[in-house]
């Protein structure tokens, strides 16, 4: 079968775009981990098929490098804003994306009608262990010890629509995540597995940031990720309410603001690196 396909990253969280406006994929699961392989495929953190939506502008599927299915990915979004906004399926200064997390809303930011970055609404933070999911009946869970590796961890949870563990840590290269990180992913706390944050304060409204994303290991950067590090940084005092936190990952920046009504604002780029058609026939050839 053959895919025409746009390569795109955002803060260097970079996936394979399929437009399924033209062409259904039957099959993303199995196709997002031939794609994803970064020596025998195109190479990515996994697939995003851009769909048609009965009640948005467009709807996302997002699949991780092992091919399980995720609700949300901020990176990711902003990508679909830009490929719609470019491709004149939703060209306006605001447009919405349907997700497995819900119906989110962008604001495109253009200079001479070229998409620049996008503010993306996440929507509220979930913070009730239940809802994120988290075998843990307490209201919530911030900076409770999780033992992971023989060592206990100060930890937060939050769903931002897919769930995160973040623990704050003074040295974040210092982390083994190659190690820790599956660890963390498997922890039994977490029915359905857990990205993990390991961040470092900067100061009130600059952090430093390494994501494990379940399914993908290590990325480079972490929408959803980077606005939970950002809530988790609010509840535990080190950031304020209504005010905009940069956050430094290893692929680029984002800008997230926690509100004192829950809902998390995220601003950042989105970047098409290549356009290309591939034919999936010849790759499991071999």
């Known amino acids: 079968m053959k ?16 437009n399924c406006f033209e062409t259904p994929v039957n099959d993303p699961e199995s196709l997002s981990i031939l794609l994803a392989d970064r020596h025998k495929g195109i190479g990515g953190d996994g697939l995003v098929l851009i769909c048609p939506s009965e009640a948005a502008d467009a709807r996302m599927r997002m699949f991780n490098a092992d091919g399980s299915e995720g609700k949300m990915c901020g990176n990711a979004i902003r990508c679909v804003a830009k490929f719609i906004y ?18 989110k809303t962008i604001r495109i930011h253009s200079e001479n009608d070229r998409f620049i970055s996008a503010s993306v609404d996440m ?13 843990c009946d307490d209201e919530q869970f911030i900076a409770m010890p999780v033992t992971v590796d023989g ?21 974040v290269d210092a982390i083994e ?16 597995r857990v990205n993990t944050e390991f961040v470092r304060i900067i100061d009130r409204s600059h952090i430093q940031m390494r994501v494990w994303e379940r399914g993908s290991g290590e990325t480079l ?4 990720g980077s606005c939970a590090a950002v809530v988790a940084a609010v509840l535990n005092g080190f950031a304020d309410y ?18 004192k009504n829950g809902t998390v604002m995220m601003v950042g780029s989105a970047t098409k690196v290549f356009d290309g058609t591939i034919d999936t026939d010849d790759l499991s050839l071999h």
């Open 221 to 224: 950067a972490c929408g959803t």
């Open 242 to 259: 209504d005010s905009p936190v940069e956050v430094q990952l290893r692929g680029g920046i984002l800008t997230d603001t926690y509100y």
């Open 86 to 103: 470019d491709h004149h399926i939703a060209h306006k200064n605001t447009v919405t994306i349907e997700t497995g997390s819900g119906i």
């Open 177 to 192: 995540l190659e190690k820790i990180g599956p660890l963390f992913e498997n922890h039994p706390l977490f029915p359905d």
């Open 3 to 18: 895919y025409n396909f746009t390569k795109m990253h955002g803060a260097g969280n970079d996936y394979v775009y399929i």
């Open 151 to 171: 060592r206990d961890y100060l930890c937060t949870a939050v769903s931002m629509g897919n769930p995160h563990c973040v623990t704050f840590v003074e040295d």
């Open 123 to 135: 929507g509220k933070a979930i913070l009730t262990p239940k809802d994120i999911p988290m075998y």
